[in-house]
């Protein structure tokens, strides 16, 4: 980069946080201070003053006359280092989205001057709600404890955190409660180093390594990517292990090691509540060089992680999508953990993929890449064998000598047919439970709709009560009292008659997270029963805290959607009860035996992963479909045969290349209109190389009030998708209807 600014007059490019692909030309007032690429800048922008980022070097060029000069440069050195604004440039022109948009993705909003908040904790307040981590060492701290030389509060505080130190990190609150001690003896324990108080993360805490033993895959995998590793050479590894295989303590040693030759790692997983769960085992493991970056955050918190990270005190940081973009110095490693989940596609602008970006990320950078699973998506699997772009690793058995659990199918068609009960859990189901609870041992049961009843039937009408923004059923929430739409989260009391024909009789039918709930309280009276759902866990705190919960032994069922079949491991769950997985089956979507497969496997993989022999019981009413069958099977081969073939026969990916161009309007004759004219344009300007497949409304065909037309493209080439794409974005009736028409490049769904 030129340090130097170029004399006379200059100009540079911003970027704007507009819905335009395109940069803005803003002259550089003379006299200024020295402006770089990754600077942000307050301009005008017609009325308004917008906050951008300069993406160019200053040119010395004559500014044409009206050319708006910048208003303040906010930053005296880049704000954002090269590798993210080039990586963000990269991100933008593949998802053809706007390169201002996925900058205001690259950073905590709370950053920006308007928020007047640089993450600054200097004065932050010590309350009851703070956390303690122990700052010593288990045997040093031991010691302080028998010590008559040290203060008998300090000697209360470090026994109670001697016998919590497998349950997280306790509430400052709770831990003086505990101890019998004032708060302010805390307070005076971390001004002497032996305790840390933090909100979020500790950044003193040292870490513990444990001695780690690899089996024969394990360490065949960590010396196919050292390697790579220390020479700094970009390869894509697809580590494909079955569940409880360790390929979590794969991962941790290989970032131990991206830090032993002095660089940083990061750590991707699909959602914020499996942020919460590991990292707490990375702060055990590496301590303070730890950081972590979420939405449920607070702004500060996110503003200080992020900081942490661009200014090298973080080596590793741990999150969902949004850490893609973290800042951090030198950076050596990617990991990707359950690569196949599809929370890694945003689902608003910019709609990009955080998998694919990561090993884009990786490949510029020249560093590994690994993509961890223990049920692949269908692409990557293709990608580490037929297509030849990634490395295939391989961990077949379960660490520790734990065997896969055994599964047995209940076909809930004969089921509901011998019993003449609609009843939802199976007598199979119901006499495990049972089994299990005498054995002192814990289950986990799967039901992937949340709520009580999924939808409020008229007996007189027969219609169900709808969402007035959204072409769905509302569904109940008992505890809630209310009725909800899971698209607009629009809410209504529970009808006392029926909306369309004031009919009284009113029918809850279909049985959600919380009616299983109910259930299984019904059922099972003695048992301890919780539940895990975007209702009943809104935060990666709660999250964490209901986990910990369940690893103590203080939940006998734990009930819930697929939060519940990621991520843990809990070595006395020997049952894993599967209520309804395989509706997605029914859903007009190519990738439906997929998600089916991978909800199945992951879920009944949550069971006997101690010394316990497992246990599945699959309810199914399609007990013969090929991804039942190879879930029941834990045979991914299986799966992946007869889906690859598929594929192939309908030109899908990894075959094809596609893209959705979807078209929103409150008005329904011209939502019909613009998506017809929009694949008119299609069709014409991809002279038959590319295939233009609608329009036809969408699987839910209103949302939040507006109609839904969708087209799909389907190239064999990327090349020639994205140059039909670029034109389509350009023509004249794209641009005034910019609002209304939405392109996503790589969808994870056809809904």
Same mark, same amino acid.
Request: with cysteine; aromatic share 6%; glycine share 8%.
């Given at each position: ?5 170029? @004399? ?7 970027? #704007? ?28 922008? %017609? ?8 993406? !160019? ?5 004559? *500014? ?7 208003? /303040? ?36 909003? /709370? ?13 932050? &307040? ?9 700052? +010593? ?25 001697? $016998? =919590? ?39 003193? =805490? ?31 590894? =697809? ?36 942020? /919460?769960?590991?990292? +707490?085992?990375?702060?055990?493991? =590496?301590?303070? &060089?730890?950081?972590?970056?979420? $939405? $449920? ?53 910019? +709609? ?137 989260? +629009? ?14 009789? #009113?029918?809850?039918?279909?049985? %959600? $997270? ?18 895990? !759902? ?68 992951? @879920?009944?993989?949550?069971? %006997? ?25 834990? !045979? ?65 065909? &209103?949302?939040? %009030? ?33 609002? *209304?028409? !939405? ?9």
């Amino acid at each position: 980069m030129n340090k130097e600014r170029a @004399a006379g007059p200059a100009t540079v490019q911003v970027a #704007l946080p507009v819905p335009t692909r395109h940069t803005y030309t803003y002259s550089v007032p003379p006299g200024s201070e020295t402006i770089f690429p990754g600077c942000r800048v307050i301009v005008p922008f %017609g009325k308004r003053k917008l906050l951008g980022v300069v993406v !160019d070097e200053p040119a010395p060029l004559e *500014a044409p006359p009206g050319l708006k000069p910048i208003e /303040s440069i906010i930053d005296g050195r880049p704000f954002l280092p090269p590798d993210v604004l080039e990586f963000s440039s990269w991100l933008a022109d593949y998802y053809l989205a706007p390169l201002g948009m996925v900058l205001r993705c690259a950073y905590p909003s /709370s950053l920006d001057p308007a928020k007047d908040s640089r993450g600054d904790e200097k004065s932050r &307040r010590r309350a009851g709600r703070d956390r303690v981590a122990l700052l +010593r060492p288990r045997d040093e701290a031991a010691k302080l404890s028998a010590d008559e030389d040290v203060t008998a509060p300090f000697r209360k505080v470090i026994r109670e955190l001697l $016998s =919590l130190s497998d349950k997280g990190y306790p509430e400052a609150s709770l831990l003086a409660k505990l101890a019998k001690v004032p708060q302010y003896t805390l307070q005076e324990m971390a001004e002497a180093g032996i305790i840390e108080l933090f909100s979020d993360v500790p950044t003193s =805490l040292p870490g513990s390594p444990p001695a780690f033993e690899p089996s024969p895959g394990q360490r065949a995998a960590l010396e196919a990517v050292a390697s790579p590793l220390r020479e700094r050479i970009h390869k894509t590894f =697809l580590l494909h292990g079955v569940t409880g295989s360790g390929k979590t303590e794969v991962y941790l040693n290989l970032m131990e090691l991206a830090l032993q030759e002095g660089g940083s790692a990061l750590y991707m997983v699909p959602e914020i509540s499996l942020t /919460s769960l590991l990292a +707490r085992r990375l702060l055990e493991r =590496l301590g303070g &060089r730890v950081a972590i970056l979420h $939405s $449920s955050m607070s702004d500060k918190e996110r503003a200080r992680q992020w900081l942490r990270a661009r200014e090298g005190s973080a080596k590793v940081m741990i999150g969902p999508r949004s850490a893609l973009f973290a800042p951090l110095c030198d950076l050596r490693l990617i990991v990707v953990d359950e690569e196949h989940d599809p929370s890694y596609k945003q689902q608003e602008s910019p +709609r990009y993929h955080a998998r694919d970006m990561a090993v884009l990320r990786g490949m510029k950078a020249s560093i590994p890449v690994v993509l961890g699973s223990a049920t692949p998506s269908v692409e990557s699997y293709y990608n580490a064998t037929d297509g030849g772009k990634y490395s295939l690793i391989e961990l077949s058995e379960r660490a520790g000598g734990a065997s896969l659990p055994s599964v047995e199918i209940v076909d809930m068609r004969k089921e509901y047919e011998e019993t003449k009960s609609r009843d939802v859990i199976s007598r199979a189901l119901a006499t495990a439970i049972g089994e299990t609870l005498e054995r002192k041992r814990q289950a986990i049961v799967l039901r992937n709709r949340t709520g009580f009843a999924t939808f409020v039937l008229c007996r007189k009408c027969g219609k169900s009560v709808q969402c007035p923004d959204c072409a769905v059923s509302m569904t109940h929430h008992l505890k809630a009292r209310n009725l909800r739409c899971h698209y607009c989260g +629009r809410t209504a009391p529970v009808p006392a008659a029926c909306p369309s024909c004031g009919g009284e009789f #009113l029918q809850f039918l279909g049985a %959600g $997270s919380e009616k299983v709930e109910e259930l299984m309280a019904g059922r099972f009276p003695g048992a301890r029963i919780a539940r895990m !759902d975007r209702d009943a866990v809104r935060t990666g705190e709660a999250y964490d805290r209901l986990w910990l919960a369940f690893e103590r032994g203080e939940i006998d069922i734990l009930v819930g959607t697929q939060m519940l079949a990621k991520g843990n491991d809990v070595h006395n769950v020997t049952l894993s009860g599967i209520v309804s997985a395989d509706f997605i089956l029914q859903m007009p979507d190519f990738r439906g035996a997929e998600r089916a497969f991978q909800l199945i496997t992951q @879920a009944a993989g949550r069971s %006997g992963r101690g010394s316990h022999a497992g246990r599945v019981v699959l309810q199914s009413f399609h007990p013969d479909h090929y991804a039942v069958q190879a879930a029941a099977a834990q !045979d991914f081969q299986l799966f992946y045969q007869r889906d690859i073939k598929y594929r192939k026969m309908v030109g899908y990916p990894p075959f094809t290349a596609i893209a959705r161009v979807e078209v929103r309007h409150k008005d329904h004759a011209k939502c019909g209109a613009l998506s017809t004219e929009a694949a008119v344009f299609l069709r014409a300007e991809s002279r038959g190389e590319v295939k233009v497949l609608g329009p036809s409304p969408c699987f839910v065909p &209103r949302i939040e %009030g507006f109609y839904r037309h969708q087209i799909l493209l389907k190239s064999p080439t990327r090349a020639r998708l994205k140059a039909l794409l670029r034109a389509f974005i350009e023509s004249p009736s794209t641009a005034r209807h910019a609002k *209304a028409i !939405d392109i996503e490049v790589d969808p994870v769904s056809l809904l």
